[in-house]
Nanobody, 123 residues
């Protein structure tokens, strides 16, 4: 599975950005993770292709929305009310395994990773 992420950029605090991840084919789950400089890769949001179940990190609930387009095989991340602490490289990921909900935030649940796209939020 090949993943191509796009949509990163520079935005002021309070602004919005939309990331998109194009997948060469569907898997069971798609997700977004992010990694800030000097920090570990953190879970952001996940969605199941079948049924569209979504799962979010507490830090982004109410501000970010993950969605999928079945026809285009794309998964988007709409990011609103951005904060400087959202600054990171954002990675999309795809997983084959039917993991339980609590495992959706574990990067080991994902088999494929995109190249990352940089999001910078200025204060």
């Amino acid at each position: 599975v090949q993943l191509q992420a796009s949509g990163g950029g520079l935005v002021q605090a309070g602004g919005s950005l939309r990331l998109s991840c194009a997948a060469s084919r569907r898997t069971f789950t798609m997700a977004w993770f992010r990694q800030a400089p000097g920090k570990e890769r953190d879970f952001v949001a996940a969605i199941r292709w079948s049924g569209g179940y979504t799962y979010y990190a507490d830090s982004v609930k109410g501000r970010f929305t993950i969605s999928r387009d079945n026809a285009q095989n794309t998964v988007d991340l709409q990011m609103n009310s951005l904060k400087p602490e959202d600054t990171a490289v954002y990675y999309c990921a795809a997983g084959h395994n039917r993991v339980i909900v609590t495992m959706l935030s574990d990067f080991n649940s994902y088999n494929y990773w995109g190249q990352g796209t940089l999001v910078t939020v200025s204060s």
